[in-house]
């Protein structure tokens, strides 16, 4: 079974700072992809960021870099110059079916707030 | 396209109803998934699609049945409606492949009394 966790129920930035949000993995598969999810307080789920168990660059999509190290398990998710928008819920999730996304596994996520 | 569209987007039944919750996508997508999301707690996995006909079991599954007739639907059954069943319910889709983005619909806020 696969498991998320990350460690930080709430996180603080100020505006313009960057942040890292952790997320640590554990699996038994050799294939497997890792995703980050925002959800604002409107409650939708907004898709951020991949990284492919096999990928050997960090991922990055705009302000979004994933900074993945394997050996460790982990996957954390960095945010360059905060906004105020980026005040949201963040889950990072695994799935185990070679990367494809139907079969997600979700850590609690973690709150980020930024502040002016 | 409208994407990913669940109805209803809020429900209240009593202990022991049973009710449907809609699911539908427009863009041709082979993988569809439903979860809950509890407070406190990131997303689980009920049930998933990986093309019409043919379903699977996700990680809670026990209480609610699905189906996928057509490519577009994918309903979530509640069969005997439990107060443990008070939770938001999201509908997934995505394109057959690796990394690809998965779609997600608004959510149904269910509440059983």
């Known amino acids: 079974a696969q498991k998320i966790t990350q460690t930080q129920p709430g996180m603080f930035v100020q505006e313009k700072e960057a942040v890292t949000l952790d997320c640590t993995y554990d699996t038994s598969d050799q294939s497997y992809g890792l995703f980050w999810y925002k959800q604002p307080s409107s409650g939708e789920m907004i898709f951020l960021i991949y990284?492919?168990?096999?990928?050997?660059q960090n991922a990055t999509e705009g302000r979004y870099s994933l900074n993945f190290q394997k050996a460790r398990k982990s996957a954390n998710l960095v945010i360059s110059a905060s906004q105020l928008g980026d005040s949201a819920m963040y889950f990072c999730a695994t799935s185990n079916s070679g990367g494809s996304n139907y079969k997600l596994t979700f850590g609690k996520g973690t709150l980020l707030t930024v502040n002016p | 396209n409208a994407g990913v569209t669940q109805t209803p987007k809020f429900q209240v039944l009593k202990t022991g109803q049973s009710m449907t919750l809609q699911c539908a996508q427009d863009?041709?997508?082979?993988?569809m998934s439903w979860y809950r999301q509890d407070p406190g707690m990131g997303l689980r996995l009920i049930h998933y699609?990986?093309?019409?006909?043919?379903?699977d079991q996700g990680e809670v599954p026990n209480g609610y049945n699905v189906s996928r007739s057509t490519t577009e639907d994918f309903p979530l059954r509640l069969l005997s409606a439990a107060p443990s069943q008070t939770s938001v319910y999201f509908c997934a889709s995505s394109y057959y492949g690796v990394g690809n983005e998965q779609f997600f619909g608004p959510g149904t806020r269910l509440t059983v009394l």
């Open positions: 863009m041709n997508h082979e993988y």
């Open positions: 699609s990986v093309g019409a006909g043919i379903t």
């Open positions: 990284q492919g168990s096999y990928d050997e």
